[in-house]
């Protein structure tokens, strides 16, 4: 049995919500409360691994815990992206390659692993691993690109997030209209959402004469969870709907 959500519009609606508070969530830690990056990045990375382990325990789909290491895995993304990119000093683009080329390498992994792409084909312990393995890795290089978009291409965190959304429109076309692998355009619809959120979050959360919305990442990040948390209490209630439809037939 697939302990994983089915592909519909409110699952990337919460994960463009997910993503967004990860990014403005990392930025409290590291940036506001003055963490720093490389200690963020390892108290997210022990709050995923401990809601992971907790997923992989569990038989069956439970929208709270499934959320809550996507949105783990954002927060961690965020930071880890900023310690390679500012404490490192790699840069935004130098950084985006390496995780390129990191994440191409977890799927190359699970190819080689005989595993299914296709998530909602993905029921055993291995094939699970290497599926959150490639969200942690998307949502970090996320960041970067988004990052990189937004600082280096000169587009600002409104423009990244026009042109992001504008690619994400063809990728949602080419799934209607052509025959192209739906499951190589979830993955790159599932990649392009982070840097989506990353940009919607600075966007938010950065002052105004930042090209910001100025509301800073506290305001940001209680706002973008009082939405998340409204749509998972939704997800769940359809969840038990379901199943009470079951029982009764």
Not at 12 to 39: F, H, N, P, R, S
Not at 140 to 153: H, M, P, R, V
Request: without cysteine.
């Amino acid at each position: 049995m697939s302990k994983l959500p089915q592909v519909t519009a409110v699952f990337w609606i919460m994960k463009i919500a997910a993503t967004t508070l990860g990014e403005t969530a990392g930025d409290l830690l590291a940036q506001t409360m003055q963490v720093g990056y490389l200690a963020s990045s390892a108290i997210l990375i022990g709050l995923f691994l401990a809601s992971l382990v907790t997923q992989l325990a569990v038989k069956t789909f439970h929208p709270v815990l499934y959320w809550t290491v996507i949105l783990s895995t954002s927060t961690a993304g965020t930071t880890m992206s900023d310690f390679m990119n500012r404490s490192a000093g790699l840069g935004y683009a130098t950084g985006a390659l390496v995780l390129i080329a990191a994440l191409a390498t977890v799927f190359a992994v699970w190819k080689a692993s005989g595993h299914s792409f296709a998530v909602q084909k993905i029921d055993s312990l291995s094939g699970e691993l290497l599926y959150w393995t490639a969200i942690l890795f998307s949502n970090t290089l996320g960041t970067s690109l988004g990052d990189f978009l937004a600082d280096d291409s000169g587009l600002g965190f409104g423009g990244t997030a026009l042109v992001i959304s504008g690619v994400l429109l063809l990728v949602v076309t080419a799934m209607k209209t052509t025959r192209v692998s739906q499951t190589l355009l979830f993955w790159v619809a599932f990649v392009l959402t982070r840097p989506l959120g990353a940009s919607a979050g600075d966007f938010v959360s950065k002052p105004v004469d930042a090209g910001g919305l100025g509301y800073g990442t506290t305001g940001a990040s209680a706002l973008l969870g009082a939405v998340l948390v409204a749509l998972i209490v939704y997800t769940t209630w359809q969840q038990r709907q379901a199943r009470a439809v079951e029982y009764a037939a």
